[in-house]
Nanobody, 116 residues
Framework: QVQLVESGGGSVQPGGSLSLSCAASGFNFSRFTMRWYRQAPGKERQLVAGMLLSHTRRDYADSVKGRFTISRDNSKNMLYLQMNNLKPEDTAVYYC?????????WGQGTQVTVSS
């Protein structure tokens, strides 16, 4: 059974930090491209960061460059997103996503709220 389980969301003040984790199981994690998406109320789901198999390329949305860092640990089947200098516009549900060919898996999401 394929599972992606996000954790680490919560409420934080502007300028604060959060670290999201995504635990993967039920598929060959190391072969999948892994991504973080987010969806704010009333808005479409947005790609936040992606990491290819090689670990040498990481892509970020312009809005999070320099503030967010994606990483993965294939030995633990884990994906991470370190979020620093958070802004109110970062408020959204954050989703873990795994892609390999025509296969695509999603987690259930974790809420991140940035507010003073």
């Amino acid at each position: 059974q394929v599972q992606l389980v996000e954790s680490g969301g919560g409420s934080v003040q502007p300028g604060g930090s959060l670290s999201l984790s995504c635990a993967a199981s039920g598929f060959n994690f190391s072969r999948f491209t892994m991504r973080w998406y987010r969806q704010a109320p009333g808005k479409e789901r947005q790609l936040v960061a992606g990491m290819l198999l090689s670990h040498t390329r990481r892509d970020y949305a312009d809005s999070v460059k320099g503030r967010f860092t994606i990483s993965r640990d294939n030995s633990k089947n884990m994906l991470y997103l370190q979020m620093n200098n958070l802004k109110p516009e970062d408020t959204a549900v954050y989703y873990c996503n795994a892609i390999y060919g025509c296969l695509r898996y999603w987690g259930q999401g974790t809420q991140v709220t940035v507010s003073s």
